[in-house]
């Protein structure tokens, strides 16, 4: 009697979760008896199966076979990757071939298992260390992309994510508003009150651009004072409701007592696939979001009609 299409063990407390995404029933079976009761183990025989489970679960681990019928062995672990980029994966080979080993890896899987070497000492051996390198590997990318005062992106994080949102949004056909924030007199508040208060003012800007904008939008710090959000599915009209919670959330803000008082300068620029196509870029975004964020600095009665607001708000 062969092994079911689907089969899942009830996780308990503690147990490691895997998927098993391999189409030979008795090397399905041997890996579940391999694994024991240590492990709740979800089996799907298809590529296509194994990524509706995906979508649907949490897994820690996924491992797969690579000659499964609905994929090609490399393509299938992109597949995997581009479905849940935050599970580690060890590939499942029936011929130890080098090569294959190394393209296995280059696409991204954490390791690389023959199934005719495979026994339980060492399939747990290679669980753990695949779990243990996609744990560093995380780790290093979040440093890298992240901003460590404010734990927001930095510029190379968000061009990385705000980059695969334009593709989405071009194959979707939803628009995007992207907002470029400058904090107003950080050289001010350096000089006179010390950096101290500068790395304060930055962290309360992260913390207002957090509260004003949803857990979809894409928030980053360039660098020094200049902050950018890309706004998903939105316009012009969702930048004007922007702009009011912006001053609502500065006006709280600026009624804390000892916090320090903060202004911004604002700009937007939009994308909208039915009238931009594919022509506009993130890079062309930021540069017109940033040139209408000078236009409004530049202007004193614009400058002074933001930062009035948001005083005659916090009063």
């Known amino acids: ?126 669980i753990r260390y695949a779990q243990e390198r996609h744990r560093l590997l995380a780790a290093l990318q979040s440093l890298a992309l992240t901003d460590t005062l404010t734990g927001l992106y930095n510029r190379r994080g968000f061009i990385t994510v705000a980059e695969e949102q334009l593709k989405l949004a071009r194959r979707s056909g939803y628009s995007l508003a992207l907002a470029f924030v400058d904090l107003d007199g950080m050289k001010r508040i350096n000089d006179e009150l010390g950096h101290e208060f500068g790395d304060q003012a930055l962290v309360a800007t992260a913390q207002i651009l957090r509260s004003t904008f949803r857990a979809s939008d894409v928030i980053a710090r360039l660098g020094g004072d200049e902050f950018i959000v890309l706004a998903i599915a939105a316009g012009p009209a969702v930048s004007n409701r922007i702009r009011r919670q912006l001053l609502q959330s500065l006006a709280e803000h600026n009624r804390v007592p000892g916090a320090v008082p903060l202004s911004f300068s604002v700009g937007f620029s939009y994308y909208h696939p039915a009238t931009d196509g594919g022509e506009a870029g993130i890079e062309e975004l930021m540069v017109e979001a940033d040139k209408q964020m000078y236009i409004e600095k530049q202007s004193s009665r614009a400058s002074r009609t933001f930062q009035e607001k948001a005083a005659a708000l916090s009063s």
Request: aromatic share 2%; net charge negative; with cysteine.
């Open 1 to 126: 009697m062969g092994v079911p299409t689907h089969l899942s063990d009830r996780a308990e407390c503690g147990q490691t979760k895997i998927l098993l995404i391999e189409d030979s029933a008795s090397d399905a079976q041997l890996i579940r008896l391999l694994l024991r009761s240590e492990f709740a183990v979800t089996t799907a025989s298809r590529l296509s199966r194994g990524l509706t489970h995906l979508r649907r679960e949490q897994f820690d681990l996924v491992l797969i076979d690579l000659s499964l019928p609905d994929a090609d062995a490399i393509d299938a672990i992109g597949q995997v990757q581009r479905t849940l980029a935050s599970v580690p994966i060890v590939a499942l080979s029936s011929v130890d071939d080098e090569q294959l080993a190394l393209r296995a890896l280059r696409e991204g899987a954490q390791d690389w298992l023959v199934k005719a070497q495979m026994d339980r000492s060492l399939l747990l051996r290679v």
